[in-house]
């Protein structure tokens, strides 16, 4: 039986209960696209109908935290030290051409550092999950990143930008957060992408820490503007060796 804290409990029913929601209304995108209507603003109303319930469930319990949304941005409570990070739907863009790959994601910062974070893909049912020296998860099983030591066995993910810079075997799946489950779960080995927002790898950076890979520090960069590296400890100087001009 794995021990999870309160605080990840309440988070993992949030994104519970917004899935719901998410899950209906990506049937409903399905809909218009085939209807040929533009689902652009209905994925809006989405995007804040998700997150609105990922505030109202976590302050039910948590009333004093504070929050940092991809929506609403910055929420300051009594308490702002403990600050509820959260993108409603990261993969915006492949939920709105009907593509199921797409999550919820929700991180806990305590004192400047990512205590607990959890990325869930709602369509495939798969939760990833962890808490800081705790270990990290898919579900009830206990990830690992990749053991490989070949770069060139290696498969890595990224934006558009880094696709087309690197010579390493690719993937851009439009989904940052599930790239960096996937590192943890060892299905990717590595993933790197520029100018990105914390609410999209809050939650992913300690997953992939917790399932025993690298992460380099974000804190130094804005919220808005981070540049992020991320793989398993035995490709990480070589994919970084690639990454120098990137």
């Not at 794995?2 to 990840?8: A, F, G, M, T």
């Not at 993108?87 to 915006?92: A, H, K, L, N, R």
């Not at 898919?138 to 490989?148: A, G, P, Y």
């Not at 130094?220 to 970084?240: C, G, H, T, V």
Request: glycine share 6%; hydrophobic share 40%.
């Amino acid at each position: 039986m794995i021990s999870i804290s309160s605080n990840l409990n309440i988070m993992i029913k949030a994104a519970e209960k917004a899935s719901k929601s998410l899950i209906r209304d990506f049937g409903e995108v399905e809909k218009l696209q085939v209807k040929k209507k533009g689902p652009r603003d209905f994925v809006t109303k989405t995007d804040i109908n998700v997150e609105k319930i990922i505030i109202d469930q976590l302050s039910k319990t948590k009333k004093n935290y504070s929050f940092l949304t991809e929506e609403s941005g910055s929420i300051i409570n009594k308490d702002n030290e403990n600050i509820w990070i959260i993108d409603p739907i990261d993969g915006t863009t492949n939920f709105l051409h009907g593509i199921p790959h797409f999550a919820i994601c929700i991180a806990l910062e305590s004192r400047s550092e990512i205590v607990s974070g959890l990325i869930f893909d709602p369509i495939k049912d798969e939760m990833f999950f962890a808490e800081k020296n705790k270990g990290a998860y898919l579900n009830n099983s206990r990830l690992k990143v990749s053991n490989k030591n070949s770069i060139e066995d290696c498969l890595f993910s990224s934006n558009h930008e880094g696709v087309k810079f690197s010579n390493l075997n690719m993937r851009y799946s439009g989904c940052a957060a599930l790239d960096l489950a996937y590192v943890a779960s060892g299905r990717l080995d590595g993933f790197f992408h520029n100018n990105i927002n914390l609410w999209d790898v809050a939650a992913g950076k300690i997953i992939v820490e917790e399932a025993g890979g690298v992460v380099n520090d974000i804190n130094k960069f804005k919220k808005n503007n981070i540049n992020i590296r991320a793989s398993s400890l035995s490709i990480n100087d070589e994919m970084i060796k690639n990454l120098k001009n990137f």
